[in-house]
Each structure stands twice: as structure tokens, then as C-alpha cells.
């Protein structure tokens, strides 16, 4: 029965990230920043100076780290090898479609971020050389809105 929870949460998961990832590419590009910081521990691991400090050692992974979940190795005894190697498997191809989705969110997060920093500078640069069109108040107004 817990075998099915977590088989059922990984499934979701890589639906979560699936989305995040599909509402990003319709004009949301935030999302893909949260994609990854929310699922980065399972795909990236442990970060220095996010999730500990330089000269001390990383946290241990924990069962949450890894997208199937194994809590229970001592009912995996009894089983056959060919279905504890089946399951590993189906574990190792959710993780790799999980890791598929986040990291194709970080390198959208990326190529966003990176367009948005350029425009940021080319407009502040060659400010003087965009119309007033561009801009949302008309210089003059600056006298009577006190900005």
C-alpha cells in the first residue's frame, strides 16, 4: 500500500513539474524559476550556502530526495529480484522524467532571465535614443505627478 502512495506522489510530481514547465512556455516564465527551486534539491542536490554552509558537511539525503521513495528495504527481502529490479527501474525512469522537466525549466528560467537583464541594459543605455512612445509618462508630466 505505501508502495502505490509513493508511486502515486512521484507520478504527481512529475505532473507538477510537467505543468510549471508547459504554463511557463504560455507566457509565465516565473514558474519555471519556481519549478526549479522547488524540485532542486531532488534533481541539482544539496547546494553549498543554500542548503549548508562551506566547511561543514552536506545534510544526508532523505527519502524525499529520491522521487519513488524507499522507506521500507526490509519487505523488499521477501520479493522476487526481477520485481525489486523492476521497481527500481520504474523509480530510475521517474527520476529521469522529473530531472527531464526541471532542468528544461532552469535553462527557460535562464534564457528569460537572461532577455530581461538585456533589454533592462540596452533600454537604460540608449535611453535617450527610444521616443517618447516608449516611455510610459511624458517628461513634462514630471512636474505635475512629483516624480
Not at 531532488?42 to 519513488?68: E, H, L
Not at 535617450?128 to 517628461?139: A, K, L, N, Q, S
Request: proline fraction near 6%; glycine fraction near 6%.
Amino acid at each position: 500500500m505505501a508502495d502505490s502512495n509513493t508511486q502515486t506522489k512521484a507520478q504527481e510530481e512529475i505532473l507538477l513539474s510537467k505543468r510549471m514547465f508547459m504554463a511557463g512556455c504560455l507566457g509565465l516564465p516565473w514558474l519555471w524559476i519556481c519549478n526549479a527551486l522547488y524540485f532542486r534539491s531532488k534533481v541539482f542536490g544539496p547546494m553549498v550556502m543554500v542548503d549548508y554552509w562551506p566547511g561543514k558537511s552536506p545534510p544526508p539525503p532523505t527519502s524525499d530526495d529520491n522521487v519513488g521513495g524507499d522507506s521500507n528495504d526490509a519487505d523488499d527481502n521477501d520479493e522476487d529480484d526481477g520485481e525489486t529490479m523492476e521497481r527500481q527501474l520504474e523509480r530510475q525512469m521517474e527520476k529521469n522524467e522529473l530531472e527531464k522537466w526541471v532542468r528544461r525549466s532552469t535553462r527557460g528560467a535562464v534564457l528569460a532571465m537572461t532577455l530581461f537583464v538585456s533589454w533592462i541594459v540596452a533600454f537604460q543605455v540608449n535611453k535617450e535614443h527610444f521616443g517618447p512612445r516608449w516611455f510610459v509618462m511624458d517628461p513634462t508630466d514630471a512636474e505635475t505627478s512629483g516624480w
